[in-house]
């Protein structure tokens, strides 16, 4: 063999794939796209942005300001980023992967699927609202704070007209801020987090005093507006037959009610870690956001040769920082197949996050997990809605013995076995176990992950002919 | 410290054959240690599709699969739960004439044992069958032959032994055996040993190893069969569906969830196995074949175990050549669910008497003396 003198690397020979087209993935792209590589992006959603900056339907003419608020800027600028690459992407919108095997994604799109090899795997999947049941929870008119969000930037519409915000975390704050702007009356704020708790947080939150504004912002225009906040908040039950009229909730002994026509909650968020655990990558659980996530390094490099992750689906840490560990993982994943790279920009993006780490530290201080909600669980309020199965059914098992593991409860009880695949109630069934088991959440064990990530249309299998006819 | 216990009976391996034979010794009087290197019920036994069929078996398994027969009729009193057992009937299909001539010939074949099979073809079959896309022309019907819920009836055998005072242990994998006097010891790394007279290997696709450490060598392989199942739809498909020559299989549960079984995943390690894209992929496109209710509905999950087959596809069932009061029962070959009780009780006969009630000479271990031990995966099999 006689290697040719000029003999570089093949770079437009790899496949780089980039799963989602949020703040991480893009910019992911972008630093690919910059240095000559041809990466493909899959997303779940019809036109990019992610879910922080998701763009509204084609027609849809709200200005970006009123979308997006402070954020405008930066949604535009991530929006523009994308755009601007196009042309040199394989860009694949309202695509699924539902399954990693042997180097390649299955990926369906318009109820059919692909096979699609990767080189290299970039896994920016984003993060779903954390929720944990309380009586009434599934009364129609009961919304995530994301899904309610989500509501008013994708469609313009809101989820009530007299909405009640319950839970904690910024989005909380944000999300109520946003609906009073666009004219929903905002029934209320209610922070499960005692006022206390956010004032011991406030030196760590002035590592970003720019987010810490916007934050303080929020909560006086609220207050100036006259919308009622309470804080160390837990609900009781929602009151309504066939759609929420109320929320009863309780601060300390004292009981209260809230009319309302929609209740919009979530403490926090969680990683969606599917496809980096049908990658094979390895996990470790992270106390911060009392989830299993994939082992990473600060560039992003996980267990798995060659598979990246980036963004809230790593490890909850907010758009910002989503961004730039976006372009460092894509700067590794450069340096890794002997591209040239920008060691200094890499150090730079890995300081900075390094301190949005920091800054993420004093949110949790800020607006701690309730973890005294599990154990308040009535026996008779549903914890996963897909099977149909009560909190009573679950502690019942753990007090049998039969599941001191969240798998093992999962197949005797069938909690997390339906459509969501414990999704959505994976993080509550993990807390209520743990509680019951007198564990941390640690010490429940991490739900395996199995194709398909997300429902899979029996169309997927059909050729064409098959699914016309 | 090391644990030690004294026992009469070792039983290794905690899915439905050593969880049955824990229980049934245990009702006899016996002293009963039950290690699972798992949970109980976890592997094959937990994770299989959950047919309880007798047709199709080959006639030297009937008469143990008729035992089994009777006492899946009695489930809740032996375990507790109704395990969700319906004997909805087994409705076997052919796809073509010649596989309509061979399921009436099998009808012949078992026509001693009783099983009440009806074979239905043409337009009688259409009649009766509505829902059934028009690749089968006819179908056997096992009206007595049904399903279950494997993974809580599998788990709750063992469960019930310990309620019954069997030692069960789980998360306890046996690394070391031997025979000494007139006793097994068995230890769980330093952990734990067990004394005991006989000693019973149960442990699926993992019974190799320990057949072999008593001078046994088995060709036992392990393959995956891939399963996925449905959101819940509207009740369409009151049978349990197999297909003559293999291929697919499908049932659907009260909740409404279509359940359906075909082609193979791959390992990804030792204990565990994931579905492959192109088995699921196939298996869904002849499942909507065969049931196009299915056509607009969705796969919420999919699974696999990891299950011991051997060459002929029987199980090896009996005791040891070697060594006396070993008995083994293992590589059910994609079919132990049903028979798995009956299995239990003819050890614990095995044990008490020396001898069973129902014949199990077919299934010795002998039968391989002269094989090699195969490497690789089981090609695939019907079901």
Redesign the interface.
């Known amino acids: 063999m006689t290697a040719s003198p000029t003999a570089l690397p093949d770079f437009m020979a790899l496949r780089p794939v980039i799963v989602g087209a949020g703040p991480a993935g893009v910019r992911a792209a972008e630093a690919l796209v910059a240095a000559g590589l041809r990466p493909m992006v899959i997303d779940e959603a019809a036109r990019w942005g992610g879910q922080i900056y998701r763009q509204p339907p084609d027609g849809f003419q709200r200005p970006k300001r009123a979308l997006y608020g402070f954020e405008a800027g930066k949604a535009d600028a991530l929006h523009r980023a994308m755009g601007g690459i196009l042309p040199a992407v394989d860009y694949r919108p309202r695509s699924l992967v539902w399954?990693i095997?042997a180097g390649?994604l299955?990926v369906t799109c318009d109820g059919r699927?692909e096979?699609v090899p990767f080189s290299h795997l970039i896994l920016a999947p984003g993060a779903t609202d954390r929720v944990l049941p309380f009586p009434g929870w599934t009364t129609p008119g009961v919304f995530t704070l994301g899904g309610s969000q989500v509501a008013l930037k994708f469609q313009g519409c809101a989820v009530g007209s007299r909405v009640l915000f319950l839970g904690t975390g910024p989005l909380l704050y944000l999300v109520a801020y946003q609906y009073a702007k666009a004219g929903a009356e905002v029934a209320g704020v209610l922070d499960t987090a005692r006022t206390a708790d956010q004032m011991r947080a406030v030196a760590g939150m002035l590592r970003d005093p720019a987010t810490f504004a916007k934050g303080l912002y929020y909560v006086g225009w609220l207050r100036a507006h006259g919308v009622p906040m309470h804080s160390g908040v837990r609900p009781v039950r929602v009151e309504g037959d066939g759609r929420v009229e109320a929320l009863v909730w309780r601060r300390g002994d004292r009981e209260e009610r809230t009319v309302c026509d929609a209740v919009a909650f979530g403490l926090g968020l969680r990683p969606e870690t599917q496809l980096a655990d049908l990658a094979g990558c390895r996990f470790r659980f992270d106390a911060m956001d009392r989830a299993w996530v994939p082992e990473r390094t600060a560039a992003g490099r996980t267990s798995i040769t060659g598979v990246y992750v980036a963004g809230d689906g790593a490890g909850i840490a907010g758009a910002d920082a989503a961004e730039m560990a976006g372009e460092r993982a894509a700067l590794a994943l450069l340096e890794d197949i002997g591209h040239s790279f920008d060691a200094a920009r890499a150090a730079h993006l890995e300081e900075r996050l390094a301190a949005s780490a920091r800054f993420r530290r004093a949110l949790t201080d800020a607006f701690p997990f309730p973890a005294d909600w599990a154990a308040s669980v009535p026996d008779d309020t549903l914890l996963c809605r897909c099977?149909e199965i009560t909190a009573g059914i679950l502690r019942q098992a753990a007090r049998d013995g039969?599941a001191p593991?969240i798998n093992?409860m999962k197949?005797?009880t069938r909690v997390g076995?339906?459509?969501c695949?414990g999704r959505m109630c994976g993080a509550a069934s993990a807390e209520l176990l743990a509680q019951a088991l007198g564990t941390g959440p640690d010490g429940v064990g991490r739900l395996r992950g199995?194709?398909?990530v997300k429902?899979?249309?029996?169309?997927?299998?059909?050729t064409e002919e098959e699914v016309s006819s | 410290m090391i644990e030690r216990l004294d026992t009469d009976v070792a039983v290794v391996g905690g899915g439905i054959v050593g969880g049955s034979a824990a229980l049934f010794l245990t009702r006899m009087g016996f002293k009963v240690v039950l290690l699972e290197r798992d949970?109980c019920g976890?592997k094959a036994s937990?994770v299989n599709y959950g047919g309880v069929r007798r047709q199709g078996r080959p006639p030297e398994q009937l008469p143990l699969s008729q035992r089994s027969h009777a006492i899946w009729g009695q489930l809740p009193s032996l375990i507790g739960i109704d395990g969700e057992y319906v004997r909805s009937g087994h409705l076997k299909l052919a796809r073509s004439e010649a596989d309509l001539e061979s399921l009436v010939a099998y009808n012949r074949k078992v026509a001693e044992f009783g099983l009440g099979l009806q074979v239905f073809a043409g337009a009688e079959f259409r009649a009766r069958y509505p829902i059934l896309g028009d690749r089968a022309v006819g179908g056997s019907l096992c009206p007595e032959d049904g399903h279950a819920n494997p993974?809580?009836v599998s788990?709750a055998f063992a469960?019930a032994a310990a309620k019954g005072g069997a030692v069960v242990r789980e998360q306890t994998p046996v690394d070391y055996v031997e025979r000494s006097g007139d006793r097994f010891v068995l230890r769980s790394g330093d952990a734990l040993e067990v004394r005991a007279r006989f000693l019973l290997n149960c442990s699926g696709a993992w019974s190799g190893r320990l057949a072999e450490s008593f001078g046994e060598s088995v060709p036992l392989t392990s393959a995956h069969p891939c399963m996925a199942v449905t959101?819940p739809i509207p009740r369409f498909l009151d049978v349990n569906i197999g297909v003559e020559g293999g291929g697919v299989y499908g049932r659907q549960v009260e909740?409404g969830n279509v359940v359906i079984g075909g082609g193979r995943g791959f390992a990804l390690d030792a204990d565990r196995a994931?579905?492959?894209?192109n088995a699921?992929?196939?298996?869904?496109?002849e499942?909507?074949e065969l049931f196009p209710e299915?056509?607009?509905?969705?796969?919420?999950?999919?699974?696999t175990g990891v299950e011991g087959y051997t060459p002929d596809r029987n199980p090896i069932i009996g005791p040891s050549a070697t060594t006396p009061g070993l008995f083994h029962a293992f590589g059910f070959s994609g079919a132990g669910f049903q028979i798995g009780p009956a299995v239990g009780e003819a050890l614990a006969e095995l044990v008490r008497d020396g001898r069973t009630s129902a014949p199990v000479d077919a299934f010795s271990i002998t039968r391989f003396a002269k094989a090699e031990p195969a490497l690789g995966v089981a090609a695939s099999t019907g079901h």
Not at chain 1, 455 to 462: D, E, I, K
Not at chain 2, 280 to 285: A, H, K, N, Q
């Open positions: 399954n095997e390649a299955d699927s096979t099977e039969a593991e093992r197949a005797l076995m339906g459509r695949q199995q194709p398909p429902p899979l249309p029996f169309s997927a299998a059909l | 949970w976890a937990g993974r809580i788990p469960r959101e909740r994931r579905p492959a894209r699921v992929l196939t298996l869904m496109g499942a909507v299915l056509r607009h509905t969705h796969v919420i999950r999919t699974w």
